[in-house]
């Protein structure tokens, strides 16, 4: 498995700016533009992993904040990681989210 991360671009519009490329990550290569299906919760909601390369899919969104509260790290590490857990071997996004950081020693 490769283990870095590049960009390839394939073309700019001179006018806009606007870039078509290629994202290679270790975990598989992303076009963009790109439709971004979100699993908040590290599922794609009514949808299956096979129904999402069925339609192409490349990459999914994920929450740490929502991954956090549920199901939790344990969980998700007791799987074999995210992409176990989630049955997808593409390329995941995870965003963080810093509410969770920032919460953490909130007292009402």
């Not at 699993?39 to 929450?63: C, D, F, R, S």
């Not at 995210?82 to 020693?105: E, G, R, S, T």
Request: proline content about 7%; some cysteine; hydrophobic content about 40%.
């Amino acid at each position: 498995m490769n283990t870095k991360f590049s960009f390839e671009l394939i073309k700019e519009c001179p006018k806009t700016g606007a870039r078509a490329g290629i994202f290679h990550t270790p975990h598989g290569d992303i076009e963009t533009p790109i439709f971004m299906p979100v699993g908040t919760q590290a599922t794609v909601k009514g949808v299956k992993p096979e129904e999402l390369n069925e339609i192409g899919a490349q990459i999914i969104l994920a929450n740490t904040y929502h991954l956090y509260l549920r199901p939790g790290h344990e969980i998700v590490r007791q799987a074999g990681g995210l992409h176990k857990f989630m049955n997808w071997n593409k390329p995941i996004l995870i965003v963080a989210d810093f509410k969770f950081f920032l919460c953490q020693n909130y007292e009402p």
